[in-house]
């Protein structure tokens, strides 16, 4: 297992433990007096069945009372294994390792050649997954992009197959109705050699937002409660949007989102209670000058960390937004809107971050990939801390040296470099001013382009055998004759 080890001794708190106590029992006020609305029949019966109520004015709100939402959160899976294609970047949540990965989904890249956005394609998709692979702290085969050049009936399907056969971590998506699902499964059954294999080990996650504010579509219902019932973990997103879809103050959207979360994570129990459930939160700012969404924004760090601390709470894996940028060029605006939101939800102490390679409005990038796996290549180093112990005090060797002396030539000085001590980045660049000016300045996108050139160039994948590829391949052909009537 990888991923960045956490700090256990001191973890960023944005709330005291009153405060996150008095967000629950906000939440649970919610859950109990105002509900949530579920536009199916199927969950709501559900539901009713496991012991919550029907709202006694509002049609389709179902209600929950204190005690039913209690138990839900002592039943909560605490041991979160997501299996990969390749065993050796299998994922456990363990508590003490932070696992960043890609975000996921937008429909436009910025074109490698000219700088500038474009709709993204499936050849993209797969360069993207093939990067994502290749660099460390890229944990989760999550699709950058979309395959926006295939028919908008398979554009899930087809983006998975470009993951799958570019990456060997586990992947996560998400699917647009309850068929979708069941092909998924199928193609992904062929990789684990069947139905029952995949459900001993599934290798794909899904996950879903509900409709904020405390509201599931039938969508949402009908692609969660299939994905367990086959077994496949699903990953509620809320992401109330601060003024818009929730409250504008952040403890107020932060009870509404908890409550939100508790209300997928219930309709999940409804079928079972052993699958990894992950506490998946998201709150969104507004602009209050355009009414847009923002992420790189004080905001956005604040509510990532305390999410971390409501997932805390109650035990379960924290995965949050991170790494996030408002700005639409390459600046100095997005590095530290960057480096923002992505170092506070760390300090908390938060186990999954997405966001590598975001950073524009709808779109992704290859370089900023590579750029932002670095940042979190510091990031790791800020949270290894500053070690305390007789080698790292060297009182020894300070009386040794002396006044006036030089330590550089002391081993001490290269065996603590070479063990991390002082970090050297490949990609950051730490020239002085005169060999700036004597060798050239060039960009950090420029550099950044060069290792992306390198590494889809030199890396690859741990391959499919021809058998699954060929099943994975038949999958799609079903799919496209269910989908678009082609025989």
């Not at 001993?200 to 996950?207: D, I």
């Amino acid at each position: 297992m990888k991923g960045i080890r956490l700090n256990m001794n001191s973890r960023l708190k944005v709330l005291t433990d009153d405060q996150v106590d008095m967000i629950h029992e906000a939440s649970l006020r919610i859950l109990e007096r105002t509900g949530i609305r579920y536009d199916s029949e199927d969950a709501r019966k559900r539901l009713l069945n496991a012991g919550a109520a029907a709202h006694p004015t509002r049609k389709g709100v179902i209600t929950f009372p204190r005690p039913m939402v209690e138990d839900a959160i002592r039943k909560i899976t605490h041991r979160n294994i997501f299996p990969a294609r390749d065993r050796r970047w299998d994922i456990e949540y363990d508590g003490e390792h932070l696992f960043p990965y890609a975000g996921g989904g937008d429909p436009k890249i910025i074109d490698l050649q000219s700088g500038r956005p474009r709709p993204s394609t499936y050849e993209d998709v797969e360069m993207a997954a093939r990067l994502g692979d290749a660099l460390e702290n890229n944990h989760l085969a999550s699709s950058l992009v979309m395959a926006n050049d295939v028919p908008p009936e398979l554009l899930v399907l087809k983006t998975m197959e470009a993951t799958l056969k570019n990456s060997g971590k586990a992947a996560s998506g998400y699917a647009p109705n309850k068929e979708t699902v069941d092909f998924l499964v199928k193609m992904w059954a062929c990789v684990s050699g069947g139905v029952e294999e995949l459900r001993k080990r599934p290798l794909f996650s899904l996950g879903g937002s509900p409709s904020s504010p405390l509201t599931f579509s039938n969508h949402n219902c009908d692609v969660l409660l299939r994905s367990v019932e086959q077994g496949i973990p699903f990953y509620v997103i809320p992401c109330p949007i601060c003024g818009e879809t929730g409250p504008v103050t952040l403890s107020g959207a932060l009870a509404q989102q908890n409550a939100e979360q508790f209300g997928g994570i219930m309709l999940v129990q409804t079928i079972t209670t052993s699958l990894p459930t992950v506490y998946s939160g998201r709150v969104c700012i507004m602009d209050p000058r355009s009414g847009r969404d923002l992420w790189g924004v004080p905001e956005e760090g604040l509510v990532s960390a305390a999410l971390v601390q409501m997932a805390r709470r109650y035990g379960m894996v924290s995965d949050t937004n991170g790494m996030s940028s408002d700005i639409t060029r390459w600046d100095m605006q997005m590095g530290f809107e960057q480096m923002m939101t992505g170092l506070m939800p760390a300090m908390a102490g938060a186990e999954s971050i997405s966001g590598l390679g975001s950073g524009w409005e709808g779109a992704s990038s290859l370089e900023m990939m590579v750029i932002n796996n670095e940042v979190f290549n510091d990031i790791a180093r800020i949270m290894r801390g500053i070690r305390v112990d007789e080698g790292g005090l060297a009182i020894d060797l300070i009386d040794k040296v002396g006044h006036m002396g030089n330590f550089l030539a002391e081993p001490h000085t290269m065996d603590n470099i070479r063990k991390g001590e002082l970090r050297v980045s490949p990609l950051w660049d730490k020239r002085s001013s005169d060999r700036v000016a004597k060798e050239g300045f060039k960009p950090i996108r420029d550099t950044a382009k060069d290792h992306v050139r390198r590494l889809l160039q030199e890396h690859e994948p741990e391959p499919l055998d021809r058998d699954v590829e060929s099943g994975v391949n038949q999958v799609i052909k079903e799919a496209a004759k269910v989908f678009l009537g082609r025989h």
